[in-house]
C-alpha cells in the first residue's frame, strides 16, 4: 500500500515503516510543502547561477572579491549573534553519520558537540535518511537506545556531558527523490531541515540548548541568504522567536572563501561562525578551475593545509571570523586509528596531533574529529594551548590574503603513478560503499567520505583533461587512465575473492568511474552522478 501522507500535493515514493510515519507526520510534511513552495523557485535559480558562474571560469575569469559587496567587508562596525547556549565552548566537534549506533557513541564521546551529517558521511537512501531523523529525534528526547546484533547495549551516559547536537543538511545541489509536491522533486536540503526542526526546534530550547545546523557547500552568498530566509520562515512557522537557530557555515568552496564576510552578514542573526571544510575545498578548487592549465594540481598526499592556497583560506577565515565575533572552526584530519599496528598507528596519531595543534596556533576556536579515540588528543592539544572556552578575542587584523594569495598554487610535489592507482582505488572503493548505502569508510587508514572521494576522481579527470605527465614521463591519457582502472579492479576483485566482488557493487562503480575519468564527461558531485541507484522508488504514481 502506498503511504498517503495527508497532505495535498505531497506524495511518498516510498515504503513507509510505522516508525518512520512518526516522522513522516502530516504537520511535519505539511511544513517540508511549505518550504518548498516558498523557496524552491530560488533555489533552482540559484542552482543556475552556479553553472553560469562555471562557464565564466571555463572561459578564464578567476575567482575574485565581489566589488558590489565591498561595503559589507569593509564596514568594521557590524557583528553576529552571540554565541548561542552549548556553543560557546566548541573545542573538540565529532562527526559522524546518522547511524543509531554512531549517534549514541558521538553523544557520548566526551566531544563539545556532535555534528550528526546528513551530508558527506551519509549515503542519503531513504532508510538512512528517515531513520537518521528517527535517531535524532530520540537524542534530543533523550530516550534514545540500541541493542546491537551482538548483544552490546548502547545507551546515553548518565553523568550529563552529552555533546551538544548540531545536524548537517544536504548540500542545496541535492534532491530528496522520494518525495514530491506538486508533482516536483524536492530539496534534499529543505527535507533534511524541516523534519529535523519540525521535530526538535522547542525540545532543544527546553533542554537548554537550540536547532543547530552546519549548513555546507554554499557557492555564494545569496545562497546563505535562501539558508537565513528558511530559518526565519521555520521560525515563525512554530512561533519561535528569530535568531533561536545557530548556523555554521562550511566554508567548502573557492568561490565560498570570496564571500566569508558576506556570508556570516547574511546570516549575521543566526550565525554559528564559519567553519574549514578542508576537504571539499580542495575538491572545489580543482572542480571549479578544472578547464584551466594553471591550477593542475600534484597528487593528493602532496596537499596539505600548509600549502599557500590552503594557509591563505585558513588565515582568511580565522581573520574574518573573530572580526564579527564568530567561532572559526577547524576541520578535519583524515587519519584514524589503525588497529594492530603500534608504530603505524603512532605515526596517524602524531599527524592528527600536529594537525591540531597547527590549528589551535592559528587561532581556531575549535577542531573537528573522525573517531571517539581522537577526541582525548584532540581535546589534550586544545586544552593546553586554549585555556579559555574560545580565543573570539584574538583579532588578526594583521593578516591581508588577496585574491592571488587564495589561488596561489605553488605546490611542492609530483603527479606519480603510485597517486594515480591510489586516486582509482580511493574512488572506486569509495563508490562501491556508497552505492550499499555506506557514506563513510576507512580506506588505506584513512577515513574516506564524499569529499575527500571527490578530490580523487576530479584529479584523475583534469590530469587526463590537461594530458599531464607525472614524475616518470608518463602522459597521462583517458586510456591509460583507462588501463589503470582495470588493472585497480583486478587487484580489488583478487584481493575481495571471486564471490565477494561478484556480489558486490564494484562492478557499477568501476562503470560510474569510468565515465568520469577521461577528461570529458564531468558530473558536478558523485553523489549526484551516483543517486539514482540508490533511489528505490515506489509505483505510487496514480497518487500525484
Ligand atoms: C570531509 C568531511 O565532511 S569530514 C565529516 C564527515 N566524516 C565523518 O564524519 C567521519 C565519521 N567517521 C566514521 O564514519 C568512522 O570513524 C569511520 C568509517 C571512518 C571508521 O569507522 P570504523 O571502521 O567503524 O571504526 P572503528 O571500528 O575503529 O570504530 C570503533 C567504534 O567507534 C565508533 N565510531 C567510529 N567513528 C565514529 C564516529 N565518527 N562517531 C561515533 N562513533 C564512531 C564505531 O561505531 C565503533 O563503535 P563500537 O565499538 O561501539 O562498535
Ligand atoms: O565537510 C568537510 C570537508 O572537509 O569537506
Ligand atoms: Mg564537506
Not at 436 to 461: F, K, Y
Amino acid at each position: 500500500m502506498p503511504f498517503d501522507s495527508k497532505v495535498p500535493g505531497l506524495t511518498i515514493l516510498a515504503k513507509v515503516t510505522p516508525a518512520q510515519a512518526e516522522i513522516l507526520t502530516p504537520e511535519a510534511l505539511q511544513f517540508v510543502a511549505t518550504l518548498h513552495r516558498i523557496y524552491e523557485p530560488t533555489r533552482q535559480l540559484l542552482l543556475q547561477r552556479r553553472q553560469q558562474r562555471q562557464v565564466e571560469l571555463d572561459n578564464g575569469r578567476l575567482p575574485d572579491f565581489l566589488p558590489e559587496t565591498r561595503n559589507i567587508r569593509e564596514d568594521a562596525t557590524w557583528r553576529a549573534a552571540k554565541p548561542a547556549p552549548g556553543l560557546q565552548d566548541r573545542r573538540v566537534e565529532i562527526t559522524g553519520p546518522v547511524d543509531r549506533k554512531m549517534v549514541i557513541n558521538a553523544l557520548n564521546s566526551g566531544a563539545a558537540t556532535f555534528m550528526a551529517d546528513f551530508e558527506d558521511s551519509n549515503a542519503p537512501t531513504w532508510e538512512n535518511n528517515i531513520n537518521g531523523q528517527t535517531n535524532l529525534k530520540d537524542a534530543i528526547h533523550q530516550r534514545i537506545s540500541y541493542t546491537a546484533p551482538n548483544g552490546k547495549q548502547y545507551n546515553i551516559r548518565k553523568d550529563g556531558k552529552i555533546a551538544t547536537l548540531i545536524v548537517r543538511p544536504r548540500g542545496w545541489h541535492l534532491d530528496e527523490k522520494h518525495v514530491l509536491v506538486d508533482g516536483q522533486i524536492i530539496s534534499g536540503s529543505l527535507f533534511d531541515f524541516a523534519l529535523y526542526f519540525f521535530h526538535n526546534a522547542k525540545k532543544s530550547v527546553e533542554i537548554g540548548l537550540g536547532p543547530y545546523f552546519y549548513v555546507p557547500k554554499m557557492e555564494s552568498h545569496l545562497e546563505a541568504r535562501l539558508w537565513n530566509d528558511v530559518f526565519n520562515t521555520a521560525q515563525d512557522y512554530i512561533g519561535m522567536p528569530r535568531g533561536t537557530i545557530r548556523a555554521t557555515a562550511l566554508i567548502e568552496t573557492i568561490l565560498g572563501a570570496f564571500e566569508m564576510d558576506e556570508i556570516i552578514y547574511e546570516l549575521r542573526e543566526h550565525s554559528a561562525g564559519l567553519n574549514c571544510g578542508r576537504w571539499d575545498y580542495i575538491f572545489s578548487f580543482i572542480k571549479k578551475l578544472r578547464q584551466n592549465p594553471d591550477f593542475v594540481l600534484p597528487d593528493r598526499s602532496d596537499i596539505s593545509m600548509t600549502t599557500p592556497f590552503m594557509d591563505a583560506y585558513v588565515r582568511l577565515l580565522i581573520k574574518t571570523c573573530h572580526k564579527r565575533g564568530v567561532h572559526a572552526m577547524g576541520g578535519m584530519a583524515a587519519q584514524i586509528p589503525i588497529k594492530n599496528n603500534e608504530a603505524a598507528n603512532k605515526a596517524a596519531m602524531d599527524k592528527v596531533h600536529n594537525d591540531k595543534l597547527r590549528e589551535v596556533k592559528a587561532g581556531h576556536d575549535g577542531t573537528w574529529v573522525a573517531h571517539p579515540d581522537l577526541v582525548k588528543l584532540a581535546l589534550k592539544v586544545f586544552n593546553e594551548h586554549m585555556p579559555q572556552p574560545n580565543q573570539l578575542h584574538i583579532r588578526r587584523d594583521d593578516v591581508h590574503v588577496t585574491a592571488s594569495d587564495l589561488l596561489n598554487t605553488d605546490v611542492k610535489g609530483a603527479i606519480t603513478e603510485t597517486g594515480i592507482r591510489a586516486n582509482v582505488s580511493v574512488s572506486l572503493i569509495y563508490m562501491e560503499a556508497w552505492l550499499r548505502g555506506l557514506g563513510c569508510v576507512p580506506i588505506h587508514n584513512l577515513m574516506e567520505d564524499a569529499a575527500t572521494a571527490e578530490i580523487s576522481r576530479s584529479q584523475l579527470w583534469q590530469w587526463a583533461k590537461h594530458g599531464a605527465r607525472t614524475i616518470d614521463g608518463t602522459v597521462v591519457t583517458p586510456k591509460y587512465l583507462l588501463k589503470v582502472l582495470d588493472e585497480e579492479t583486478q587487484l580489488l576483485a583478487k584481493s575481495m575473492g571471486e564471490q565477494r566482488f561478484q556480489a558486490s557493487k564494484m562492478i557499477q562503480a568501476k562503470a560510474y568511474l569510468a565515465t568520469q575519468i577521461t577528461g570529458q564527461d564531468y558530473s558536478d558531485f558523485l553523489t549526484s552522478l551516483l543517486y539514482n541507484d540508490i533511489v528505490e522508488l515506489e509505483k505510487v504514481q496514480a497518487h500525484i
